[in-house]
């Protein structure tokens, strides 16, 4: 089974610009998450999916930042215009939640590498 | 001050000593997860634990939710064992977002 996966690994874009990122959870897991690393500091909350809806968006930190979940499968985190302090590691999760067939720890998050995004 | 507090923040210890990194949290929670980050790697998680004790391997995670406090021991510690571990916990219900401690970076010289 694939695990989480994210692209790009590494982006470096101008301050002003747009960038997608893009985060494929594992098959069949409901909830999907993304979170934010700054450096220095710990890992936060962003949002949190449940299929195609969103659940909790509390995390996000402005209106630059617009999260989709298509068809409840993959999931794009949009940054529109990108500034400075927007740079850091964008990592992605999944857990598979109640109902789900055969899930030992339903609520057990699975994820991704992370997306590096420096903002110049 | 963070809802998550991890001790030590860094950690350098000898091949074969027995490792104990430490999480407190200030508010009620539903889960805990002990994660583990190489360096350049991605998260993975170790354990997650609403109540006393769990074993996998060489690695042991403990909670004592009324102290409001969790414990990840690592015995015969490993080279390979060198990386950032991460306590985070579940404010709310399970399927919620989680809060992240610093994280410990454990480095294990051989």
């Known amino acids: 089974e694939a695990g989480v996966t994210q692209f790009p690994s590494h982006s470096v874009i101008e301050k002003g610009q747009t960038v997608t990122l893009r985060c494929d959870p594992i098959?069949?897991?409901?909830?999907l998450y993304w979170y934010r690393r700054v450096m220095g500091k710990e890992i936060k909350f962003l949002l949190h999916?449940?299929?195609?809806?969103?659940?909790?968006e509390s995390g996000m930190p402005n209106n630059r930042f617009l999260a989709e979940r298509t068809g409840g499968t993959y999931s794009t985190l949009k940054v529109q215009p990108a500034e400075l302090e927007d740079s850091g590691v964008y990592f992605c999760?999944?857990?598979?939640?109640?109902?789900?067939?055969?899930?030992?720890?339903?609520?057990?998050?699975?994820f991704g590498p992370g997306t590096r995004l420096t903002v110049t | 001050k963070n809802e998550v507090e991890q001790s030590p923040q860094n950690l350098t210890a000898q091949e074969g000593e027995f490792i104990t990194i430490n999480c407190s949290y200030s508010?009620?929670?539903?889960?805990l997860h002990w994660l583990q980050q190489h360096p350049g790697g991605g998260i993975v998680s170790l354990f997650m634990?609403?109540?006393g004790k769990k074993k996998h391997g060489r690695l042991i995670a403990t909670i004592n939710i009324q102290e409001k406090h969790s414990s990840l021991h690592i015995t015969a510690s490993h080279p390979r064992d060198s990386a950032v571990y991460i306590c985070?916990?579940?404010?709310?219900?399970?399927?919620?977002?989680?809060?992240f401690g610093k994280g410990t970076h454990l480095i294990i010289q051989p």
């Open positions: 999760a999944s857990s598979p939640g109640w109902g789900r067939w055969g899930a030992l720890s339903p609520y057990e998050q699975y």
């Open positions: 508010v009620g929670i539903s889960a």
């Open positions: 985070a916990v579940h404010l709310g219900g399970g399927a919620d977002g989680l809060t």
């Open positions: 098959s069949g897991h409901d909830n």
């Open positions: 999916f449940v299929k195609e809806s969103k659940q909790d």
């Open positions: 634990l609403s109540s």
